[in-house]
């Protein structure tokens, strides 16, 4: 089955500067990512997502990298806000069981005033 | 619309005891999940059920029974409560398997 692992698992960073998560993944085929944000005491909420035909997307503040070859993907924030604070977790669709979404560990971030 | 629900929002359990948590999704959804979540760490599949009818297990499903009641409603089943069941339990939903997941607000479950 599909594993996901996630880099790192805190992060600070100054309001302002840009944070940056990876995670890389086992499955080859697997074909979307998405990453979810999880606020204290919330539930996790799609903050965006990617399929494998794109290199890139990009949000207003957010983006999100993949490499297909070297199995990885990353999610970009620049000029951090204090809002920004939570944990972020990356996923991957594991094609070889139903589809299902493989998690990542989780990275906190905390963006300092 | 509601989205995912869950009840209960609390529950604390005697080693032991069984329950039930319920999730109901409102948005039509095909696949429906449930996970949990310890502390500081990430989200395990308990149980899955991709389409109404079916039902699949995750990484962490022993203890754990699912029923998928109809096209909403999708419970977990709790036979005998653990302590190492402690944790905080999220139903989820998506259009199709592996598509955007909807998240429900959690139960917090302790197990004493």
């Known amino acids: 089955g599909e594993n996901v692992e996630q880099h790192p698992s805190t992060l600070s960073v100054q309001e302002g500067d840009s944070a940056v998560i990876k995670c890389t993944y086992s499955?080859?085929?697997?074909?979307?990512f998405p990453w979810y944000k999880q606020e204290l005491g919330k539930r996790p909420q799609l903050i965006i997502d990617i399929r494998s035909n794109v290199g890139e997307k990009k949000d207003q503040r957010i983006a999100v990298t993949l490499n297909k070859t070297a199995k990885h993907f990353s999610l970009h924030i620049t000029e951090t806000q204090p809002e920004d604070s939570a944990v972020y977790f990356c996923?991957?669709?594991?094609?070889?069981?139903?589809?299902?979404?493989?998690f990542g560990g989780g990275t906190r971030v905390l963006v300092k005033p | 619309n509601a989205g995912v629900t869950q009840t209960p929002k609390f529950q604390v359990l005697k080693t032991g005891q069984s329950m039930t948590l319920q999730c109901a999704q409102d948005m039509n959804h095909n696949s429906m999940y449930w996970y949990r979540q310890d502390p500081g760490m990430g989200l395990r599949l308990i149980y899955y059920?991709?389409?109404?009818?079916?039902?699949d297990k995750g990484e962490v499903p022993n203890g754990y029974n699912v029923s998928r009641l109809n096209k909403r409603e999708f419970s977990l089943r709790l036979e005998s409560a653990a302590p190492s069941q402690t944790s905080v339990y999220f139903c989820a939903s998506s259009p199709t398997s592996g598509g955007e997941q909807f998240f429900g607000p959690g139960t917090r479950l302790t197990v004493l």
């Open positions: 499955d080859s085929a697997s074909n979307y």
């Open positions: 996923a991957a669709r594991d094609q070889a069981a139903g589809n299902k979404l493989t």
């Open positions: 059920s991709a389409s109404e009818g079916t039902t």
